[in-house]
């Protein structure tokens, strides 16, 4: 049976999120959620007058491929699925798992060939589309939230649906301000860091690329990464659970990295030579987004967060960076999470979470009027 918050979703993607026009061609990914998303993504693309394509896939069977997967097998995947992507102006993911830690036992190696030989197909999508990538709620979201399946679905929807257009004149305002700004100091439990942002960009997430979505990123300065962090959000990577990940610095490459998976932690940072340097820092404020659940679309928004991104830079935040890893960790500074400071160039700009610069108070949960949206 239909529901409306599908149609209202799709036309949200669709109409905002990708923008898509008559004629475009739109690749749409279900990867373990209901047929009836598909279906709506479909009508709301054709009632734009877009040219839909769909592809069904399903977490046990990719594992299968995964586990024994040649290099044969798959640069013969990567011409096909990159010829394809090629032919595509916008791109929709719809991303639902019944168990999120499905690729655990895909041997380490594996996994480094697979995200290796795939990684054209993923720049293709990410440089050259219209792309927008979201979760589905399962049971086990449910169950890593700490909700019943109802309230999660009901939090799902209104966290999704959210009108990004008013997050908007905060999110340029941030964005001014770090393109501004030459050094970063973040301090909290655990936490002293140091770092550069000095000519490059800072780039608005209001909804058009990750949903739900409520942040702006920049990168550091390749080297000029000082001192040390702790993330508070535990967090899954390549099908492993980690937490309390704490990171240590010096001219910008991890020389100490622990958690309560040391040695599988290193190895991810082993992989490459740019996995031990930093990709991306972003301030999360989505107000309706408050608690971590070890999904790292949601969890990279939370309100009062920031998170720091071992691994590949983006191209539109360069500093040059470039690995098969791309590791969002995140740290929560609100008072309950054990506060924290932010300053920019010497000035305090967020304060256990919250925003002391005027322009940029409309990003604070005080602030922002939900349109009774159910928070977690």
């Known amino acids: 049976m239909s529901d409306p918050r599908f149609d209202k979703l799709a036309k949200l993607l669709v109409e905002y999120s990708t923008r898509l026009k008559r004629n475009e061609t739109v690749l749409i990914e279900v990867f ?8 709506a993504l479909l009508r709301a693309a054709r009632a734009v007058g877009a040219i839909p394509f769909v592809q069904l896939q399903h977490a046990r069977v990719s594992r299968e491929l995964a586990l024994e997967a040649s290099e044969r097998q798959l640069n013969l995947t990567a011409i096909h699925e990159l010829a394809r992507m090629k032919r595509m102006n916008a791109y929709i993911a719809v991303r639902g798992s019944h168990n999120i830690t499905e690729m655990s036992d895909v ?15 993923t720049d293709q999508r990410v440089k050259k589309t219209k792309w927008v990538v979201l979760r589905w709620p399962t049971a086990s979201m449910a169950q890593q939230a700490g909700m019943s399946t109802e309230a999660f679905e ?5 966290v999704c649906t959210l009108d990004y257009r008013k997050l908007l004149p905060g999110m340029k305002a941030l964005k001014a301000l770090m393109e501004k700004t030459e050094r970063v100091e973040i301090k909290g439990p655990g936490t002293d ?4 942002i000095k000519g490059i960009s800072a780039i608005v997430c209001g909804g058009d690329r990750n949903i739900p979505d409520g942040e702006v990123f920049s990168c550091p300065v390749k080297d000029s990464v000082q001192g040390h962090v702790t993330f508070n959000a535990p967090t899954i990577y390549q099908g492993t659970s980690f937490d309390s990940i704490r990171l240590e610095f010096r001219d910008g490459k ?6 309560n ?3 599988k932690l290193n190895e991810i940072l082993d992989s490459d030579a740019g996995a031990r340097y930093i990709g991306e820092f972003s301030l999360g404020f989505n107000p309706y987004v408050l608690e971590p659940m070890r999904d790292i679309l949601f969890d990279e928004k939370i309100a009062g967060s920031f998170h720091f991104t071992p691994g590949q830079a983006y191209e539109e935040a360069d500093n040059g960076n470039r690995s098969q ?7 929560i500074q609100r008072p309950e999470y054990g506060g924290g400071e932010i300053y920019f160039d010497g000035k305090l700009v967020r304060r256990d979470g919250e925003f ?12 922002f009027a939900p349109s009774g949206a159910r928070r977690r």
């Open 261 to 263: 998976q040391t040695d």
């Open 356 to 367: 002391l610069p005027k322009q940029l108070k409309s990003l604070n949960r005080s602030a």
């Open 193 to 196: 860091l140091r770092f550069s």
């Open 254 to 259: 991890i020389v100490n990295a622990t958690s």
């Open 154 to 158: 009901n939090f799902y929807f209104d």
């Open 32 to 39: 373990d959620a209901p047929d009836e998303i598909a279906i």
């Open 325 to 331: 890893v791309h590791w969002d960790m995140v740290c």
């Open 107 to 121: 041997p380490p190696e594996q996994m480094k060939l697979l995200a290796k030989k795939m990684r054209p197909v």
